[in-house]
């Protein structure tokens, strides 16, 4: 990790200057405290270290989950087509056996099974439609920092967080703290913060 271009206590007080003004109760050695607490946190758990690289982010990438949803609900759609078919013959070979009453009960929890399936179904299809997940081409610290960010302005700012444009107060706010902990200057965060606001993490 590089060094920051700025110091540490410059980058502290820019940060509480883009969040001014403050929530209601909420002083400069407050604001200062949370924002020291915030770039400690994420230089003690490096994303790198939460995410190892061989396995990726712990909420996995849009594209992959994206196929493996797409490859249970093809499994799914197998599975209820065989189900279908001779129905009352895969019923009898599952319950021959057993009497009549347990041979109902049998029937009911492949009903239920299938009634699942259809759950799984359609969340697998609502995956699809728009995966949940993190975006490769972002990178974790651009993720983590954004959502940092966020939530600090939450905390300390009276101002709510808004990525209409990269010069927003929650924009400007994530990138110093990236500069925070990865020591890269004036990195475009806006892509990430507005990711963040819509939920798409």
């Given at each position: 990790?590089?060094?920051p271009?700025r110091?540490?206590e410059?980058?502290?007080?820019?940060?509480a200057?883009?969040?001014?003004?403050?929530?209601?109760?909420?002083?400069?050695?407050?604001?200062?405290?949370e924002i020291?607490?915030?770039i400690?946190?994420?230089?003690?758990h490096?994303?790198?270290?939460?995410?190892?690289?061989?396995?990726g982010p712990e909420?996995g990438?849009?594209?992959?989950n994206?196929?493996?949803?797409e490859?249970?609900?093809d499994?799914i759609?197998?599975?209820?087509?065989?189900?279908?078919?001779?129905?009352t013959?895969?019923?009898?070979?599952?319950t021959?056996?057993?009497t009549?009453?347990r041979?109902a009960?049998k029937?009911?929890?492949i009903v239920?099974?299938?009634e699942?399936?259809?759950?799984?179904s359609?969340d697998?299809?609502?995956?699809?439609?728009n995966?949940p997940?993190?975006d490769p081409?972002?990178?974790?610290?651009?993720i983590?920092v954004?959502?940092?960010a966020?939530w600090?302005?939450?905390d300390v700012?009276?101002?709510?967080p808004?990525?209409?444009h990269?010069?927003?107060?929650?924009?400007l706010?994530?990138?110093l703290?990236?500069e925070?902990?990865?020591?890269e200057?004036?990195?475009?965060?806006?892509r990430?913060?507005k990711r963040?606001?819509?939920g798409?993490m």
């Amino acid at each position: 990790m590089k060094a920051p271009t700025r110091s540490y206590e410059e980058l502290v007080a820019s940060i509480a200057d883009v969040l001014r003004p403050w929530r209601d109760g909420i002083d400069e050695q407050q604001a200062l405290a949370e924002i020291r607490v915030s770039i400690r946190d994420m230089l003690q758990h490096e994303p790198d270290v939460i995410w190892p690289p061989e396995l990726g982010p712990e909420i996995g990438y849009r594209g992959d989950n994206k196929r493996h949803a797409e490859n249970i609900l093809d499994a799914i759609n197998r599975l209820n087509d065989l189900l279908s078919k001779r129905w009352t013959q895969f019923v009898w070979s599952l319950t021959w056996t057993l009497t009549a009453e347990r041979s109902a009960a049998k029937e009911e929890k492949i009903v239920e099974l299938r009634e699942r399936l259809q759950r799984l179904s359609e969340d697998c299809g609502k995956i699809i439609q728009n995966p949940p997940g993190v975006d490769p081409r972002m990178g974790y610290r651009q993720i983590t920092v954004a959502n940092v960010a966020f939530w600090l302005m939450i905390d300390v700012s009276s101002k709510r967080p808004a990525a209409g444009h990269s010069e927003s107060a929650y924009c400007l706010a994530a990138s110093l703290l990236f500069e925070a902990v990865t020591g890269e200057a004036d990195r475009d965060l806006q892509r990430a913060c507005k990711r963040r606001l819509t939920g798409a993490m």
